[in-house]
């Protein structure tokens, strides 16, 4: 089946940059849209950054300026790089994949298990 793996999660001070990496492992031809979504305490999951294959990048409007999403189709990976954190940002980061094409189907709508950053001083 289809795997995705984050890493790079974890504690860093106000102003400072954490560089998250989530990998898709499976036998995969291609996915459409890898994104980033973000579940702060006694919040909903929200829309961080995603990008489509062909590149197209969107952003939710508090990181904008701030962080950068960035792909690697090849090795079916996508990439966060978080600058100028903010105490706001504390959060479970999940990677998502939606429209993961197979041998002989296509996957909606993958989570990985998530990884903690947290923005304190």
């Known amino acids: 089946q289809v795997q995705l793996v984050e890493s790079g999660g974890g504690l860093v001070q106000p102003g400072g940059s954490l560089r998250l990496s989530c990998a898709a492992s499976?036998?995969?031809?291609?996915?459409?849209?890898m994104g980033w979504y973000r579940q702060g305490p006694g919040k909903q999951r929200e829309l961080v950054a995603a990008?489509?294959?062909?590149?197209?990048?969107n952003y939710a409007d508090s990181v904008k300026g701030r962080f950068t999403i960035s792909r690697d189709n090849a090795k079916n990976t996508v990439y966060l790089q978080m600058n100028s954190l903010k105490p706001e940002d504390t959060a479970v980061y999940y990677c998502?994949?939606?429209?993961?094409?197979?041998?002989?189907?296509?996957?909606?709508?993958?989570w990985g298990q998530g990884t903690q950053v947290t923005v304190s001083s």
């Open positions: 499976g036998n995969i031809f291609s996915i459409n849209a």
């Open positions: 990008m489509t294959s062909g590149g197209i990048a």
């Open positions: 998502n994949a939606d429209q993961i094409r197979l041998l002989a189907r296509i996957l909606y709508n993958r």
